[in-house]
Protein backbone atom coordinates (compact mmCIF):
# COMPACT_ATOMS: atom_id res chain seq x y z
CA UNK A 1 0.00 0.00 0.00
CA UNK A 2 1.88 3.35 -1.09
CA UNK A 3 1.01 6.63 0.16
CA UNK A 4 2.77 9.97 0.41
CA UNK A 5 4.71 10.49 3.50
CA UNK A 6 5.22 13.62 4.75
CA UNK A 7 7.70 14.69 3.16
CA UNK A 8 6.31 13.99 -0.58
CA UNK A 9 8.18 11.19 -1.27
CA UNK A 10 6.18 7.91 -2.01
CA UNK A 11 6.11 5.01 0.84
CA UNK A 12 5.20 1.88 1.77
CA UNK A 13 2.91 0.38 4.42
CA UNK A 14 3.61 -3.32 4.03
CA UNK A 15 0.70 -5.68 3.19
CA UNK A 16 3.43 -8.29 3.25
CA UNK A 17 6.47 -9.68 2.89
CA UNK A 18 6.94 -9.38 -0.76
CA UNK A 19 7.06 -5.77 -0.72
CA UNK A 20 9.29 -5.47 1.79
CA UNK A 21 11.49 -6.92 -0.35
CA UNK A 22 10.62 -5.02 -3.39
CA UNK A 23 10.80 -1.73 -1.54
CA UNK A 24 14.47 -2.99 -0.15
CA UNK A 25 15.91 -4.11 -3.26
CA UNK A 26 14.52 -0.40 -4.73
CA UNK A 27 16.01 1.37 -2.72
CA UNK A 28 19.32 -0.93 -2.37
CA UNK A 29 18.73 -2.34 0.27
CA UNK A 30 18.90 -5.76 -1.19
CA UNK A 31 20.28 -8.11 -3.76
CA UNK A 32 19.13 -11.36 -5.64
CA UNK A 33 21.08 -14.35 -5.38
CA UNK A 34 20.46 -16.17 -8.64
CA UNK A 35 22.37 -19.28 -8.00
CA UNK A 36 21.39 -22.45 -7.16
CA UNK A 37 22.39 -22.41 -3.22
CA UNK A 38 21.86 -25.62 -0.71
CA UNK A 39 20.05 -24.75 2.50
CA UNK A 40 22.60 -27.35 3.92
CA UNK A 41 25.30 -24.65 5.59
CA UNK A 42 26.01 -22.90 2.64
CA UNK A 43 22.57 -20.25 2.73
CA UNK A 44 24.10 -20.00 6.21
CA UNK A 45 27.57 -19.49 5.45
CA UNK A 46 26.82 -16.75 2.49
CA UNK A 47 24.41 -14.73 5.05
CA UNK A 48 26.95 -14.47 7.79
CA UNK A 49 29.81 -13.65 5.12
CA UNK A 50 27.56 -10.67 4.03
CA UNK A 51 25.94 -9.69 7.39
CA UNK A 52 29.97 -9.32 8.40
CA UNK A 53 30.49 -6.98 5.72
CA UNK A 54 27.75 -4.71 7.21
CA UNK A 55 26.23 -6.03 3.46
CA UNK A 56 22.44 -5.87 1.69
CA UNK A 57 19.21 -8.31 2.61
CA UNK A 58 19.47 -10.77 0.25
CA UNK A 59 17.13 -12.71 -1.62
CA UNK A 60 17.51 -16.76 -2.41
CA UNK A 61 15.93 -17.20 -5.30
CA UNK A 62 17.03 -21.17 -6.08
CA UNK A 63 17.02 -22.81 -3.08
CA UNK A 64 18.02 -26.30 -3.62
CA UNK A 65 15.11 -28.76 -3.00
CA UNK A 66 12.34 -26.35 -2.37
CA UNK A 67 10.39 -24.18 -4.74
CA UNK A 68 10.22 -21.15 -2.33
CA UNK A 69 12.56 -18.19 -2.16
CA UNK A 70 13.98 -17.59 1.13
CA UNK A 71 15.12 -14.58 2.23
CA UNK A 72 17.83 -13.14 5.11
CA UNK A 73 19.69 -10.45 6.84
CA UNK A 74 16.40 -7.84 6.62
CA UNK A 75 17.33 -6.71 9.81
CA UNK A 76 21.30 -7.14 9.47
CA UNK A 77 21.64 -3.52 10.10
CA UNK A 78 19.89 -1.01 12.06
CA UNK A 79 19.86 1.98 9.37
CA UNK A 80 17.97 -0.88 7.25
CA UNK A 81 15.39 -1.96 9.94
CA UNK A 82 14.58 1.61 10.82
CA UNK A 83 14.48 2.29 7.19
CA UNK A 84 11.57 -0.67 7.03
CA UNK A 85 9.71 0.72 9.62
CA UNK A 86 10.48 4.51 8.57
CA UNK A 87 6.13 5.23 8.46
CA UNK A 88 5.67 4.09 11.87
CA UNK A 89 8.56 4.26 13.88
CA UNK A 90 7.46 7.56 15.38
CA UNK A 91 4.06 6.75 16.13
CA UNK A 92 5.26 3.70 17.76
CA UNK A 93 7.98 5.22 19.76
CA UNK A 94 5.13 7.68 21.32
CA UNK A 95 2.47 5.00 21.80
CA UNK A 96 4.73 3.09 24.12
CA UNK A 97 5.61 6.21 26.22
CA UNK A 98 2.39 7.25 26.89
CA UNK A 99 1.57 3.33 27.30
CA UNK A 100 4.59 4.13 30.45
CA UNK A 101 3.07 7.52 31.24
CA UNK A 102 -0.71 8.13 30.14
CA UNK A 103 -0.95 11.43 31.90
CA UNK A 104 1.23 12.76 29.43
CA UNK A 105 -1.90 12.88 26.67
CA UNK A 106 -3.94 14.04 29.61
CA UNK A 107 -1.78 17.20 30.26
CA UNK A 108 -1.18 17.53 26.05
CA UNK A 109 -4.07 15.91 24.34
CA UNK A 110 -3.90 17.52 20.72
CA UNK A 111 -0.13 16.92 20.63
CA UNK A 112 -1.36 12.70 20.60
CA UNK A 113 -4.12 12.87 18.71
CA UNK A 114 -2.17 10.95 15.86
CA UNK A 115 -0.98 8.96 18.53
CA UNK A 116 -4.34 7.73 18.55
CA UNK A 117 -5.26 7.64 15.30
CA UNK A 118 -1.85 5.08 15.15
CA UNK A 119 -2.88 2.98 18.14
CA UNK A 120 -6.38 2.01 15.94
CA UNK A 121 -3.91 -0.47 13.37
CA UNK A 122 -3.48 -2.36 16.68
CA UNK A 123 -6.55 -3.70 17.15
CA UNK A 124 -6.40 -7.13 14.89
CA UNK A 125 -8.89 -7.39 12.49
CA UNK A 126 -10.56 -11.20 12.08
CA UNK A 127 -11.57 -12.35 8.31
CA UNK A 128 -13.53 -15.19 7.46
CA UNK A 129 -13.51 -18.77 8.85
CA UNK A 130 -11.23 -20.92 7.33
CA UNK A 131 -7.69 -20.86 5.53
CA UNK A 132 -6.66 -17.47 4.06
CA UNK A 133 -8.43 -17.05 0.47
CA UNK A 134 -5.37 -18.14 -2.37
CA UNK A 135 -3.54 -19.98 0.23
CA UNK A 136 -2.10 -23.63 -0.63
CA UNK A 137 -1.65 -26.66 1.17
CA UNK A 138 1.84 -27.89 1.41
CA UNK A 139 4.18 -30.07 3.61
CA UNK A 140 7.14 -29.42 6.19
CA UNK A 141 9.29 -30.79 3.36
CA UNK A 142 8.43 -28.49 1.02
CA UNK A 143 9.89 -25.70 3.23
CA UNK A 144 13.51 -24.89 2.62
CA UNK A 145 15.18 -26.71 5.25
CA UNK A 146 18.05 -24.90 6.73
CA UNK A 147 20.79 -25.74 8.50
CA UNK A 148 23.22 -23.47 9.37
CA UNK A 149 26.01 -25.37 11.31
CA UNK A 150 27.77 -28.38 10.95
CA UNK A 151 26.46 -30.11 14.58
CA UNK A 152 22.49 -29.50 14.56
CA UNK A 153 20.46 -31.84 14.57
CA UNK A 154 18.41 -30.90 11.65
CA UNK A 155 16.81 -27.78 9.80
CA UNK A 156 15.41 -25.42 11.83
CA UNK A 157 12.58 -22.29 11.42
CA UNK A 158 14.65 -19.61 13.20
CA UNK A 159 12.71 -16.77 12.61
CA UNK A 160 9.30 -18.60 13.97
CA UNK A 161 6.29 -16.39 15.23
CA UNK A 162 4.60 -19.13 17.81
CA UNK A 163 0.86 -18.45 18.30
CA UNK A 164 -0.96 -19.86 21.27
CA UNK A 165 -4.01 -18.43 23.19
CA UNK A 166 -5.20 -19.71 27.36
CA UNK A 167 -6.66 -21.93 27.32
CA UNK A 168 -8.85 -20.89 30.34
CA UNK A 169 -9.23 -17.69 28.85
CA UNK A 170 -9.58 -17.93 25.10
CA UNK A 171 -9.25 -15.24 21.92
CA UNK A 172 -7.14 -13.16 20.48
CA UNK A 173 -6.35 -10.64 23.42
CA UNK A 174 -5.06 -13.36 25.47
CA UNK A 175 -3.04 -14.89 23.18
CA UNK A 176 0.96 -14.92 23.20
CA UNK A 177 3.24 -14.24 19.97
CA UNK A 178 6.72 -15.69 21.07
CA UNK A 179 10.13 -16.57 18.81
CA UNK A 180 10.88 -19.95 20.38
CA UNK A 181 12.87 -22.24 17.80
CA UNK A 182 11.26 -24.50 15.74
CA UNK A 183 13.20 -28.17 14.54
CA UNK A 184 11.28 -29.01 11.30
CA UNK A 185 13.52 -32.04 10.72
CA UNK A 186 16.17 -34.48 12.06
CA UNK A 187 16.58 -36.64 15.12
CA UNK A 188 12.98 -38.75 16.16
CA UNK A 189 10.78 -36.23 14.33
CA UNK A 190 8.87 -37.58 12.09
CA UNK A 191 9.05 -35.75 9.04
CA UNK A 192 6.37 -33.49 7.83
CA UNK A 193 4.30 -34.86 10.91
CA UNK A 194 6.20 -33.61 13.65
CA UNK A 195 8.14 -30.63 14.57
CA UNK A 196 10.36 -29.50 17.81
CA UNK A 197 9.54 -26.89 20.14
CA UNK A 198 12.24 -25.00 21.80
CA UNK A 199 11.19 -22.25 24.47
CA UNK A 200 13.24 -20.93 27.31
CA UNK A 201 11.78 -20.34 31.07
CA UNK A 202 9.72 -17.17 31.37
CA UNK A 203 8.16 -17.56 28.36
CA UNK A 204 4.76 -17.41 27.93
CA UNK A 205 4.06 -20.04 25.52
CA UNK A 206 5.04 -22.15 29.01
CA UNK A 207 2.28 -20.62 31.39
CA UNK A 208 -0.53 -21.88 27.76
CA UNK A 209 0.99 -25.06 28.40
CA UNK A 210 0.86 -25.44 31.62
CA UNK A 211 -2.43 -24.81 31.68
CA UNK A 212 -3.84 -26.95 28.92
CA UNK A 213 -1.99 -29.57 30.79
CA UNK A 214 -4.23 -29.35 33.75
CA UNK A 215 -7.56 -28.94 31.76
CA UNK A 216 -5.98 -32.46 30.28
CA UNK A 217 -5.93 -31.29 26.51
CA UNK A 218 -3.54 -30.58 23.95
CA UNK A 219 -2.68 -26.69 23.53
CA UNK A 220 -3.69 -25.44 19.86
CA UNK A 221 -0.39 -24.01 18.25
CA UNK A 222 -0.39 -21.97 15.24
CA UNK A 223 3.40 -20.68 13.74
CA UNK A 224 3.47 -18.07 11.72
CA UNK A 225 6.79 -17.36 9.20
CA UNK A 226 7.03 -14.06 7.14
CA UNK A 227 3.73 -11.80 6.89
CA UNK A 228 5.06 -7.66 7.51
CA UNK A 229 8.39 -7.63 9.04
CA UNK A 230 6.16 -5.76 12.40
CA UNK A 231 5.54 -9.18 12.77
CA UNK A 232 8.47 -10.86 12.95
CA UNK A 233 9.89 -8.00 15.30
CA UNK A 234 6.96 -8.34 17.50
CA UNK A 235 7.49 -11.76 18.43
CA UNK A 236 10.74 -10.95 20.12
CA UNK A 237 9.50 -7.66 21.80
CA UNK A 238 9.34 -7.39 25.40
CA UNK A 239 6.36 -5.36 25.87
CA UNK A 240 5.02 -3.71 28.93
CA UNK A 241 2.41 -5.43 30.66
CA UNK A 242 -1.22 -5.77 29.08
CA UNK A 243 0.30 -4.96 25.59
CA UNK A 244 -0.52 -7.72 23.39
CA UNK A 245 2.12 -8.81 20.36
CA UNK A 246 -0.50 -8.93 17.96
CA UNK A 247 -1.59 -5.16 18.70
CA UNK A 248 1.95 -4.09 18.80
CA UNK A 249 2.42 -6.32 15.42
CA UNK A 250 -0.18 -3.97 13.74
CA UNK A 251 0.84 -0.84 15.70
CA UNK A 252 4.03 -1.25 13.96
CA UNK A 253 3.14 -2.27 11.16
CA UNK A 254 1.36 0.54 10.18
CA UNK A 255 -1.83 -1.72 9.13
CA UNK A 256 -4.43 -4.54 11.34
CA UNK A 257 -2.80 -7.92 11.96
CA UNK A 258 -5.26 -9.98 9.74
CA UNK A 259 -6.43 -13.10 11.27
CA UNK A 260 -9.11 -15.86 11.15
CA UNK A 261 -9.54 -19.46 12.41
CA UNK A 262 -9.41 -22.48 10.42
CA UNK A 263 -10.53 -25.47 12.67
CA UNK A 264 -9.90 -23.86 15.75
CA UNK A 265 -6.53 -22.69 15.26
CA UNK A 266 -5.38 -19.30 14.43
CA UNK A 267 -4.78 -18.33 11.61
CA UNK A 268 -2.32 -15.28 10.11
CA UNK A 269 -3.84 -13.82 6.40
CA UNK A 270 -0.60 -11.75 6.33
CA UNK A 271 2.09 -14.75 6.93
CA UNK A 272 3.57 -16.21 4.17
CA UNK A 273 3.39 -19.97 5.56
CA UNK A 274 1.35 -20.65 8.45
CA UNK A 275 2.04 -24.45 10.42
CA UNK A 276 -1.00 -25.66 12.57
CA UNK A 277 -0.84 -28.39 15.41
CA UNK A 278 -1.16 -29.11 18.88
CA UNK A 279 1.50 -29.68 22.00
CA UNK A 280 -0.03 -32.66 23.81
CA UNK A 281 0.59 -32.72 27.66
CA UNK A 282 4.12 -34.85 28.41
CA UNK A 283 4.66 -36.03 25.41
CA UNK A 284 8.33 -34.63 24.42
CA UNK A 285 11.35 -35.72 22.45
CA UNK A 286 14.77 -35.25 21.95
CA UNK A 287 15.72 -31.40 20.10
CA UNK A 288 18.79 -30.11 19.12
CA UNK A 289 21.91 -29.71 19.11
CA UNK A 290 21.25 -26.23 17.73
CA UNK A 291 23.96 -23.74 16.92
CA UNK A 292 22.99 -20.16 19.37
CA UNK A 293 23.33 -17.28 20.29
CA UNK A 294 25.93 -17.75 22.79
CA UNK A 295 28.25 -19.35 20.44
CA UNK A 296 27.91 -22.47 21.37
CA UNK A 297 26.18 -25.54 20.43
CA UNK A 298 22.74 -25.96 22.89
CA UNK A 299 22.76 -30.54 23.33
CA UNK A 300 20.10 -31.98 22.66
CA UNK A 301 17.50 -32.09 25.30
CA UNK A 302 13.49 -33.36 25.92
CA UNK A 303 11.16 -30.68 24.54
CA UNK A 304 7.62 -30.68 23.17
CA UNK A 305 6.83 -31.09 20.30
CA UNK A 306 3.92 -30.19 17.89
CA UNK A 307 1.81 -32.94 16.20
CA UNK A 308 1.72 -31.26 12.84
CA UNK A 309 -2.03 -30.56 11.47
CA UNK A 310 -1.92 -28.16 8.55
CA UNK A 311 0.68 -26.87 6.80
CA UNK A 312 -0.13 -23.31 4.34
CA UNK A 313 1.66 -21.04 2.45
CA UNK A 314 0.51 -17.61 0.41
CA UNK A 315 0.94 -17.50 -3.57
CA UNK A 316 4.42 -16.56 -4.11
CA UNK A 317 5.61 -16.95 -0.27
CA UNK A 318 8.99 -15.90 0.67
CA UNK A 319 10.58 -18.01 3.49
CA UNK A 320 12.64 -15.32 5.92
CA UNK A 321 15.83 -16.96 8.03
CA UNK A 322 18.32 -15.51 10.43
CA UNK A 323 21.60 -17.24 11.62
CA UNK A 324 22.73 -17.00 15.24
CA UNK A 325 26.18 -17.55 16.40
CA UNK A 326 28.85 -15.84 18.46
CA UNK A 327 27.60 -11.95 18.59
CA UNK A 328 27.14 -9.64 17.35
CA UNK A 329 25.20 -11.27 14.71
CA UNK A 330 21.57 -10.43 13.05
CA UNK A 331 19.91 -10.44 16.33
CA UNK A 332 22.11 -7.71 17.89
CA UNK A 333 20.34 -5.63 15.57
CA UNK A 334 17.00 -6.63 17.06
CA UNK A 335 17.93 -5.58 20.69
CA UNK A 336 19.13 -2.27 19.83
CA UNK A 337 15.80 -1.93 18.09
CA UNK A 338 14.15 -3.03 20.93
CA UNK A 339 16.07 -0.57 23.08
CA UNK A 340 15.27 2.00 21.22
CA UNK A 341 11.73 1.24 20.98
CA UNK A 342 10.82 0.49 24.71
CA UNK A 343 13.55 3.82 25.65
CA UNK A 344 12.58 4.00 29.45
CA UNK A 345 10.47 1.59 30.15
CA UNK A 346 12.81 -0.05 32.69
CA UNK A 347 12.98 3.14 34.63
CA UNK A 348 9.05 3.14 34.97
CA UNK A 349 9.55 -0.80 35.72
CA UNK A 350 11.98 -0.55 38.84
CA UNK A 351 12.18 2.80 41.13
CA UNK A 352 15.89 3.80 41.18
CA UNK A 353 16.75 2.24 37.67
CA UNK A 354 18.88 4.42 35.10
CA UNK A 355 20.02 1.74 32.88
CA UNK A 356 20.28 -1.44 32.58
CA UNK A 357 22.33 -2.87 29.46
CA UNK A 358 22.09 -6.84 28.93
CA UNK A 359 25.80 -7.05 26.98
CA UNK A 360 25.25 -8.39 23.53
CA UNK A 361 28.89 -9.50 22.69
CA UNK A 362 28.90 -11.59 26.04
CA UNK A 363 25.57 -13.31 24.84
CA UNK A 364 23.07 -10.79 26.45
CA UNK A 365 21.76 -12.79 29.52
CA UNK A 366 25.37 -13.49 31.14
CA UNK A 367 26.25 -9.97 31.69
CA UNK A 368 24.15 -7.27 33.04
CA UNK A 369 25.68 -3.68 33.59
CA UNK A 370 23.27 -1.04 35.39
CA UNK A 371 23.33 2.16 36.93
CA UNK A 372 21.04 2.74 40.03
CA UNK A 373 20.35 5.51 42.29
CA UNK A 374 21.69 5.45 45.61
CA UNK A 375 19.63 7.73 48.33
CA UNK A 376 19.34 6.17 51.42
CA UNK A 377 21.49 7.75 53.28
CA UNK A 378 23.07 11.10 51.67
CA UNK A 379 23.78 12.49 54.94
CA UNK A 380 26.33 9.63 55.41
CA UNK A 381 30.33 10.93 53.94
CA UNK A 382 31.32 7.05 54.08
CA UNK A 383 28.44 5.49 51.22
CA UNK A 384 28.64 1.88 51.06
CA UNK A 385 25.86 0.08 48.99
CA UNK A 386 22.21 0.30 50.05
CA UNK A 387 19.62 1.16 47.54
CA UNK A 388 21.56 -0.32 44.95
CA UNK A 389 21.14 -3.87 46.87
CA UNK A 390 17.28 -3.26 46.50
CA UNK A 391 17.60 -2.39 42.92
CA UNK A 392 19.69 -5.56 41.98
CA UNK A 393 17.30 -7.67 43.59
CA UNK A 394 14.69 -5.70 41.33
CA UNK A 395 16.27 -5.95 38.30
CA UNK A 396 16.86 -10.08 39.35
CA UNK A 397 13.39 -10.41 39.45
CA UNK A 398 12.20 -9.19 36.37
CA UNK A 399 11.36 -10.74 33.40
CA UNK A 400 14.15 -12.56 31.52
CA UNK A 401 16.62 -10.15 33.50
CA UNK A 402 16.64 -12.65 36.23
CA UNK A 403 18.54 -15.09 33.88
CA UNK A 404 21.34 -12.97 34.02
CA UNK A 405 24.64 -15.07 36.29
CA UNK A 406 26.42 -11.12 36.63
CA UNK A 407 25.26 -8.10 37.61
CA UNK A 408 27.36 -5.23 38.11
CA UNK A 409 25.86 -2.10 39.35
CA UNK A 410 26.80 1.80 40.96
CA UNK A 411 25.21 4.51 40.84
CA UNK A 412 25.65 8.01 39.35
CA UNK A 413 28.02 10.76 41.42
CA UNK A 414 29.93 13.00 40.17
CA UNK A 415 30.63 11.86 36.80
CA UNK A 416 27.98 10.72 34.23
CA UNK A 417 28.13 6.85 33.04
CA UNK A 418 27.01 4.92 29.95
CA UNK A 419 26.76 1.41 30.67
CA UNK A 420 27.28 1.11 27.30
CA UNK A 421 31.08 2.50 26.76
CA UNK A 422 31.47 -1.19 29.10
CA UNK A 423 35.72 -0.66 29.44
CA UNK A 424 34.74 2.93 30.94
CA UNK A 425 32.05 1.57 33.07
CA UNK A 426 34.04 -1.66 33.87
CA UNK A 427 36.85 0.69 35.48
CA UNK A 428 34.63 2.74 37.11
CA UNK A 429 33.86 -0.01 39.13
CA UNK A 430 37.02 -1.79 39.46
CA UNK A 431 38.30 1.60 40.82
CA UNK A 432 35.65 1.30 43.70
CA UNK A 433 34.87 -1.93 44.65
CA UNK A 434 35.13 -3.16 48.22
CA UNK A 435 36.40 -6.94 47.52
CA UNK A 436 35.73 -7.56 51.85
CA UNK A 437 32.24 -6.00 51.05
CA UNK A 438 30.80 -5.74 47.82
CA UNK A 439 30.39 -9.22 46.33
CA UNK A 440 26.62 -10.93 46.87
CA UNK A 441 26.34 -14.19 45.49
CA UNK A 442 22.83 -16.26 44.94
CA UNK A 443 23.62 -20.32 44.32
CA UNK A 444 21.09 -22.68 43.12
CA UNK A 445 19.36 -20.80 40.80
CA UNK A 446 17.77 -20.20 37.12
CA UNK A 447 19.89 -18.95 34.31
CA UNK A 448 19.54 -19.32 30.36
CA UNK A 449 17.90 -22.15 29.42
CA UNK A 450 21.33 -22.01 26.61
CA UNK A 451 23.70 -21.10 28.64
CA UNK A 452 26.08 -24.56 29.78
CA UNK A 453 28.25 -23.06 32.09
CA UNK A 454 25.80 -24.22 35.58
CA UNK A 455 25.12 -27.51 37.44
CA UNK A 456 22.50 -28.36 34.64
CA UNK A 457 19.93 -27.10 32.20
CA UNK A 458 17.99 -23.71 33.86
CA UNK A 459 20.45 -23.69 36.98
CA UNK A 460 24.01 -21.93 37.94
CA UNK A 461 24.44 -19.18 39.72
CA UNK A 462 24.38 -15.43 39.96
CA UNK A 463 26.55 -12.44 41.80
CA UNK A 464 25.93 -8.74 42.25
CA UNK A 465 28.59 -6.44 42.34
CA UNK A 466 27.58 -3.28 43.82
CA UNK A 467 30.45 -1.20 43.95
CA UNK A 468 29.72 2.48 45.15
CA UNK A 469 31.57 5.67 46.80
CA UNK A 470 35.01 6.97 45.72
CA UNK A 471 37.68 6.13 44.06
CA UNK A 472 39.90 3.33 45.88
CA UNK A 473 42.53 2.42 44.05
CA UNK A 474 44.70 2.91 40.81
CA UNK A 475 44.22 -0.14 38.05
CA UNK A 476 47.06 -1.33 36.74
CA UNK A 477 48.27 -0.40 32.96
CA UNK A 478 50.11 -4.04 32.31
CA UNK A 479 50.81 -6.63 34.05
CA UNK A 480 52.44 -6.48 37.12
CA UNK A 481 56.17 -7.90 36.83
CA UNK A 482 55.74 -10.51 39.54
CA UNK A 483 53.18 -12.29 37.47
CA UNK A 484 56.23 -13.68 35.21
CA UNK A 485 57.54 -15.32 38.14
CA UNK A 486 54.17 -17.92 38.79
CA UNK A 487 54.73 -21.23 38.30
CA UNK A 488 52.06 -22.52 35.97
CA UNK A 489 50.43 -19.70 34.91
CA UNK A 490 52.55 -18.01 32.29
CA UNK A 491 51.57 -15.50 29.58
CA UNK A 492 49.89 -12.93 31.59
CA UNK A 493 48.05 -10.29 28.71
CA UNK A 494 46.53 -7.48 29.99
CA UNK A 495 42.97 -7.12 29.14
CA UNK A 496 41.90 -3.86 30.30
CA UNK A 497 43.19 -1.63 33.37
CA UNK A 498 42.72 -3.57 36.68
CA UNK A 499 41.85 -7.05 34.32
CA UNK A 500 44.75 -9.28 34.05
CA UNK A 501 44.30 -12.86 32.02
CA UNK A 502 46.54 -15.71 32.98
CA UNK A 503 46.72 -18.78 30.89
CA UNK A 504 46.69 -21.78 33.04
CA UNK A 505 46.32 -25.44 32.55
CA UNK A 506 43.53 -27.37 30.61
CA UNK A 507 40.39 -27.48 33.20
CA UNK A 508 40.34 -31.23 34.58
CA UNK A 509 37.49 -31.40 36.93
CA UNK A 510 35.92 -28.60 39.60
CA UNK A 511 37.80 -30.93 42.31
CA UNK A 512 41.17 -30.78 40.16
CA UNK A 513 40.14 -26.78 39.85
CA UNK A 514 40.00 -26.10 43.16
CA UNK A 515 43.45 -27.46 43.92
CA UNK A 516 44.75 -25.33 41.34
CA UNK A 517 42.62 -22.04 42.24
CA UNK A 518 43.93 -22.40 45.89
CA UNK A 519 47.79 -22.60 44.32
CA UNK A 520 47.36 -19.68 42.18
CA UNK A 521 46.03 -17.88 45.12
CA UNK A 522 48.95 -18.46 47.47
CA UNK A 523 51.35 -17.86 44.92
CA UNK A 524 49.58 -13.89 44.44
CA UNK A 525 49.35 -13.67 48.04
CA UNK A 526 52.66 -14.45 48.66
CA UNK A 527 54.01 -12.10 45.83
CA UNK A 528 52.73 -9.54 48.25
CA UNK A 529 49.25 -6.85 47.71
CA UNK A 530 48.62 -6.66 43.84
CA UNK A 531 45.75 -3.99 44.58
CA UNK A 532 45.68 -2.32 41.14
CA UNK A 533 44.57 -6.00 39.76
CA UNK A 534 41.16 -6.15 41.44
CA UNK A 535 40.48 -9.23 38.63
CA UNK A 536 42.51 -12.28 37.09
CA UNK A 537 40.50 -14.04 34.60
CA UNK A 538 42.12 -17.51 34.07
CA UNK A 539 41.85 -18.96 30.56
CA UNK A 540 43.31 -21.72 28.10
CA UNK A 541 44.50 -18.55 25.86
CA UNK A 542 45.33 -15.55 26.81
CA UNK A 543 46.16 -13.66 23.48
CA UNK A 544 42.66 -14.67 22.24
CA UNK A 545 41.10 -13.46 25.93
CA UNK A 546 43.18 -10.06 25.61
CA UNK A 547 43.14 -9.29 21.91
CA UNK A 548 39.68 -7.74 22.49
CA UNK A 549 37.06 -6.32 24.39
CA UNK A 550 34.67 -8.57 22.64
CA UNK A 551 36.91 -11.64 23.36
CA UNK A 552 36.70 -11.05 26.82
CA UNK A 553 32.97 -9.88 27.27
CA UNK A 554 32.32 -13.31 25.71
CA UNK A 555 34.64 -16.06 26.64
CA UNK A 556 35.02 -14.95 30.62
CA UNK A 557 31.32 -14.49 31.02
CA UNK A 558 30.27 -17.49 28.61
CA UNK A 559 32.32 -20.00 30.22
CA UNK A 560 31.66 -19.27 34.35
CA UNK A 561 29.68 -19.97 36.76
CA UNK A 562 30.23 -17.37 39.41
CA UNK A 563 29.38 -19.88 42.48
CA UNK A 564 31.79 -22.86 40.72
CA UNK A 565 34.47 -20.71 39.15
CA UNK A 566 34.84 -17.49 40.96
CA UNK A 567 37.96 -17.36 43.44
CA UNK A 568 40.00 -15.04 45.10
CA UNK A 569 43.48 -14.08 46.67
CA UNK A 570 43.24 -14.81 50.95
CA UNK A 571 39.87 -15.28 50.68
CA UNK A 572 37.11 -16.42 53.14
CA UNK A 573 33.59 -16.05 54.87
CA UNK A 574 32.84 -13.80 57.82
CA UNK A 575 29.10 -14.23 58.69
CA UNK A 576 28.60 -16.31 55.53
CA UNK A 577 29.66 -13.41 53.29
CA UNK A 578 32.55 -14.44 51.10
CA UNK A 579 35.25 -11.89 50.11
CA UNK A 580 38.83 -11.51 49.36
CA UNK A 581 41.86 -9.35 48.18
CA UNK A 582 41.60 -9.98 44.52
CA UNK A 583 39.30 -12.27 42.38
CA UNK A 584 40.28 -15.20 40.05
CA UNK A 585 37.72 -16.03 37.48
CA UNK A 586 38.14 -19.76 36.51
CA UNK A 587 36.70 -18.52 32.61
CA UNK A 588 38.36 -22.07 30.83
CA UNK A 589 36.44 -24.50 29.42
CA UNK A 590 34.63 -26.77 30.62
CA UNK A 591 34.04 -30.56 29.84
CA UNK A 592 30.53 -30.07 30.40
CA UNK A 593 30.22 -27.17 28.38
CA UNK A 594 28.88 -27.09 24.74
CA UNK A 595 31.30 -26.81 21.98
CA UNK A 596 31.97 -23.29 20.41
CA UNK A 597 30.77 -23.09 17.17
CA UNK A 598 33.50 -23.26 14.29
CA UNK A 599 32.10 -23.19 10.34
CA UNK A 600 32.99 -25.38 8.04
CA UNK A 601 35.77 -23.99 5.69
CA UNK A 602 34.40 -26.49 3.02
CA UNK A 603 31.38 -24.73 2.75
CA UNK A 604 33.19 -21.52 2.91
CA UNK A 605 35.45 -22.27 -0.11
CA UNK A 606 32.16 -23.71 -2.09
CA UNK A 607 30.50 -20.42 -1.58
CA UNK A 608 33.19 -18.28 -3.29
CA UNK A 609 31.90 -18.79 -6.30
CA UNK A 610 28.83 -16.35 -5.50
CA UNK A 611 31.61 -13.65 -4.41
CA UNK A 612 33.90 -14.12 -7.74
CA UNK A 613 34.10 -12.18 -10.67
CA UNK A 614 30.20 -12.70 -12.34
CA UNK A 615 28.73 -13.95 -9.05
CA UNK A 616 25.95 -12.15 -7.87
CA UNK A 617 27.24 -10.64 -4.38
CA UNK A 618 30.63 -9.85 -6.77
CA UNK A 619 28.44 -7.49 -8.78
CA UNK A 620 26.66 -6.07 -5.74
CA UNK A 621 30.54 -5.14 -4.48
CA UNK A 622 30.03 -7.63 -1.54
CA UNK A 623 33.27 -9.45 -2.86
CA UNK A 624 35.68 -6.98 -1.50
CA UNK A 625 33.91 -5.81 1.74
CA UNK A 626 33.30 -9.39 2.52
Not at 241 to 261: I, V
Amino acid sequence: MKRPSSDGRTSMIYRNLEQCVADLEQHGHLVRIREEVDPYLEMAAIHLKVFEAGGPALLFENVKGSTFRAVSNLFGTVERSKFIFRETWDSVQEVIALRNNPMQALKNPFKHVQTGLAAWNALPAKKAEGPPPGFQEISISDLPLIQCWPDDGGAFITLPQVYSEDPGNPGIMNSNLGMYRIQISGNDYELDKEIGVHYQIHRGIGIHQHRANQLGQPLKVSCFIGGPPAHTLSAVMPLPEGMSELTFAGLLAGRRFHYGYDQGYCVSHDADFVITGEIYPGETKPEGPFGDHLGYYSLTHPFPYMRVHKVYARPGAIFPFTVVGRPPQEDTAFGALIHELTGDAIRQEIPGVKEVHAVDEAGVHPLLLAIGSERYTPYQEVKQPAELLTIANRILGTGQLSLAKYLFITAEENQPLDTHRVEEFFGYILERVNLRRDLHFYTNTTIDTLDYSGTGLNSGSKIVIAANGGKKRELCQEPPAVLSELAGWGAAKLIMPGVVALQGPAFGSYEQAQLDMQQLGDALAAAGPLPSCPLFVVCDDSAFMSASLPNFLWAAFTRSNPSHDIYGVNSGYENKHWSCDNLILDARLKPHQAPPLIPDKGVEERIGRLFAAGGSLEKAGIGARA
